[in-house]
């Protein structure tokens, strides 16, 4: 039985992408059978994973898995009718619940199942927050990212009032961290206050290697493991993994 | 007669407002009258401008320019409406040219307007787009945004054939540039390449002061002018504003 993990946060370049690929990386490492489905539209998780296939549908159009270069890691690429998706799940009377469907006959095949979520809380992440049972927000530890973090939040409640969403907050993952920026202490010790044991142990620093992979199609795992970003997102997925079995 | 300039970029994290907040400090500070439309729900411009007043609309509900701190320079805040207005101007038969039409009257008021986009190219941006004579692009000098360049401008290319866009692209803005980064020199050479004088010579390096001045709801004029950040958006509005009188 997998557990389905939306990755999501509307504000732009928090390392949502880099967040998904890494961590599914490492979990297939660890022998669990992984999937990632790419619902962005701009496809980068797909671009990285080796997923993109021209004329391909993405989820939506019933899109199988496609195995990657590493064994037991497999992805849904974004496929192109994936913009068309928006106006098509707008104006659909069950459209929010779409992807839940979807998802649900994969559940059986993986142990895990991460979902990238373009930046903006429209129909495809709220689709994507309505088919995970967990919730992973990857934080910029910078000053914008932290305004829009009570948004997302805000957001997540009224899926659980309105649409009886069972998605719990598995945690805030601070990215991109630089010792150097004067907010990131200040954000970590603000998040670590607020959120406790729902924010990762482990912090992801600003790392040129995570830049880097995904121009070589690359995970951090074949690119440069032992790289400090690599140590960081093997330390997070340990951290997720850990706590699959409580 | 005001230059409206669209800066806009469907991949997220990029730069977008920073350059816009910036770009508009200089050029109020070279005595253009300036306004800054915030055209993104997330509201990140008009936090840094003192724009967000609760319960007021954006520029789609009429919503007037509002001054700032800085002389010369005002902006239309985001709103809380903004977020419901991307479903509104889906189904409205003439969506995409309502931003032009509420634009049209604050022409004459102003010498240079900046609207700020969204990381998407979905209704709000498209009306941006087509209410604008330039497009700005900020590109940070990475895998996945370079990834991204070539769908915006096949849109815009769209949206002169199907909406008779009269945008022009003004220029390519490189941002965040670490010259640490193994991409960043390639990014940049493919880019002066490809785009010749349509790129900006100025380049916006990664530099702390340009993430820490939003924080004090500054501009990085009013925060930390002579930092490198400071002085390559100086340059970047020189160019900009020299280009103007073309
Ligand atoms: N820890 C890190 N250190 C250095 N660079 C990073 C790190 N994490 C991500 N990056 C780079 O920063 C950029 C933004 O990351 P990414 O694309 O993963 O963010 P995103 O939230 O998925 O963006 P979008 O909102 O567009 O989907 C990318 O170029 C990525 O390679
Ligand atoms: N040159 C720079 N050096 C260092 N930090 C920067 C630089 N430019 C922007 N930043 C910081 O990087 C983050 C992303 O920038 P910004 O929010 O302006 O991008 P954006 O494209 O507007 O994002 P979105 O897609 O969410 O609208 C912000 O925290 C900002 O303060
Ligand atoms: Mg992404
Ligand atoms: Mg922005």
Redesign the pocket.
């Given at each position: 039985m997998a557990h389905v993990i939306a990755v999501s946060n509307q504000?732009?370049?928090v390392g949502k992408t880099t967040t998904v690929v890494n961590l599914a990386a490492f979990c297939a490492l660890a022998g669990l059978k992984t999937l990632v489905i790419d619902s962005d539209p701009q496809g980068n998780a797909s671009s990285v994973l080796g997923g993109t296939v021209t004329g391909q549908g993405s989820i939506y159009s019933q899109a199988q898995p496609v195995p990657c270069v590493q064994s037991g890691l497999s992805v849904v690429p974004a496929g192109a009718d994936l913009l068309d998706q928006e106006a098509v799940l707008l104006r659909s009377p069950h459209g929010r619940f779409i992807l839940r469907q979807l998802v649900a006959p994969l559940r059986d095949a993986f142990d895990v199942i991460f979902i990238d979520c373009p930046?903006n809380l429209a129909q495809l992440s709220t689709n994507a927050l309505l088919a995970a049972d967990h919730l992973v927000i990857p934080l910029?530890s910078?000053?914008?990212?932290l305004e829009g973090l009570s948004h997302l939040l805000a957001y997540v409640e009224i899926l659980r009032d309105e649409a009886e969403a069972t998605i719990d907050l598995r945690g805030i993952l601070l990215t991109m961290f630089d010792p150097g920026y004067p907010l990131a202490y200040q954000v970590e010790q603000e998040i670590r206050q607020h959120f406790a044991e729902r924010a990762f142990r482990s912090v992801i620093p600003r790392d040129v290697a995570l830049a880097a992979a995904p121009s070589h199609g690359k995970t951090i795992l074949d690119y440069d493991p032992l790289s400090r970003g690599g140590i960081a997102y093997l330390s997070a997925a340990q951290e997720l993994i850990h706590g699959f079995k409580r």
């Open positions: 504000k732009g370049g930046p910029q910078e000053y914008f990212a």
